[in-house]
């Protein structure tokens, strides 16, 4: 069984949209989402329990604006617990949608994982290549949105968001909230920048993207 992608549809008012000279459709920025975009509270499994991170929504709507991709890239092995359904989990990234949406930002696409080996639940027994650290998810969404990973970012709290995203090639940026602070020295892998939260990591991809921009 491979990895599961979870589209949300999204309409934002063209009034008062930046201006996207640059074309980086082809630059893609993975976001994890339990302690980077919303609080972490251990297995999410209502939308009445989400609440994003301050300042989590400006970020996703800079990257917006910047002309890159957004995707959401989850273990959710809640699913494989039996703590929430596959259906509960779309109607959680809807409420994250329309939260997000009245602050004129959006998620591209949503890609999750729902396996975890060694459950009863057949369905998601699965020694799968999607659950991170594996690059799966990241490597099915540059496949399916022709995406450069070697330009791309992921941003994550954990230490297996930096795995992930070594192992797929892109940037990697770890942030303070959720479990950063406390995972920080303990990783395998040094992430490429150490950001407070979401958007102060958001201005390390800006500069990095603009930088490379530059002529010569």
């Known amino acids: 069984m491979g990895n599961v992608r979870e589209k949300i549809r999204h309409s934002l008012s063209d ?7 640059m074309d980086r459709s082809h630059i893609a920025v993975f976001l994890d989402r339990d302690g980077t975009i919303n609080v972490d509270v251990d297995f999410l499994v ?9 300042r989590s929504d ?13 995707f959401i890239v989850t273990n ?12 509960t989990l779309a109607e959680i990234h809807r409420e994250l949608s329309l939260q997000l949406q009245r602050k ?8 999750y994982c729902p396996h975890l080996p060694g459950v009863d639940d057949t ?25 450069n990973l070697r330009q791309s970012f992921i941003i994550g709290d954990r230490c297996r968001d930096v795995e992930t995203g070594k192992a797929a090639g892109v940037s990697t940026v770890m ?5 950063g602070a406390s995972e920080q020295n303990d990783c395998s892998f040094t992430a490429d920048y150490f ?22």
């Open 15 to 21: 009034a008062g949209e930046v201006s996207k000279p």
């Open 46 to 54: 209502s939308p009445n329990q989400l609440q994003i991170i301050p």
């Open 58 to 70: 400006s970020a996703i709507r800079e990257l917006n604006n910047l002309n890159v991709k957004v």
């Open 76 to 87: 959710q092995s809640g699913i494989a617990r039996g703590f929430l359904t596959e259906q």
């Open 104 to 111: 004129e930002a959006h998620i591209d696409e949503y890609y």
């Open 123 to 147: 369905r998601y027994n699965v020694e799968c290549e999607c659950r991170k650290p594996k690059p799966g998810m990241l490597i099915q969404a540059a496949r399916e949105h022709n995406v």
């Open 175 to 179: 942030v303070a909230t959720g479990y």
């Open 195 to 216: 950001a407070s939260d979401l958007f102060d990591a958001v201005q390390f991809v800006k500069k990095t993207i603009l930088t490379r921009e530059q002529p010569l």
